[in-house]
Nanobody, 121 residues
Framework: QVQVVESGGGLVQPGGSLRLSCAAS????????MAWFRQAPGSQRGLVAI???????TYVDSVKGRFTISRDNAKNTVYLQMNSLKPEDTAVYYC???????????????WGQGTQVTVSS
């Protein structure tokens, strides 16, 4: 069994900051990519940022220069530091992890339950 749990969402004023955390636990053999997606009301879920095992980070254009994704591989944890937040960043943020549970198995995708981020004055 694998669990993916996010934390750190909340209400923040425009221009403020939040830090999201996501920890994967359970029967994990190897983690490949770890990423953050978000979904606003009436919109499809979309990629915010992803970080591979090699350390390569990729961001959606709308958050470049404001958000930073980082990983602590020893803790199987990924973070999303969000600065200069805007009302359009309001969404449910989901953690996404690609991992294997045993040697020789194909990678499997796991989602967290989501954490609400609301940017409003």
């Amino acid at each position: 069994q694998v669990q993916v749990v996010e934390s750190g969402g909340g209400l923040v004023q425009p221009g403020g900051s939040l830090r999201l955390s996501c920890a994967a636990s359970g029967s994990i053999f190897n983690i490949f990519s770890m990423a953050w997606f978000r979904q606003a009301p009436g919109s499809q879920r979309g990629l915010v940022a992803i970080k591979t095992t090699s350390g390569t980070a990729t961001y959606v254009d709308s958050v470049k220069g404001r958000f930073t994704i980082s990983r602590d591989n020893a803790k199987n944890t990924v973070y999303l530091q969000m600065n200069s937040l805007k009302p359009e960043d309001t969404a449910v943020y989901y953690c996404y992890v690609v991992l294997t549970t045993r040697s020789g198995l194909a990678p499997t995708n796991y989602w967290g339950q989501g954490t609400q981020v609301t940017v409003s004055s």
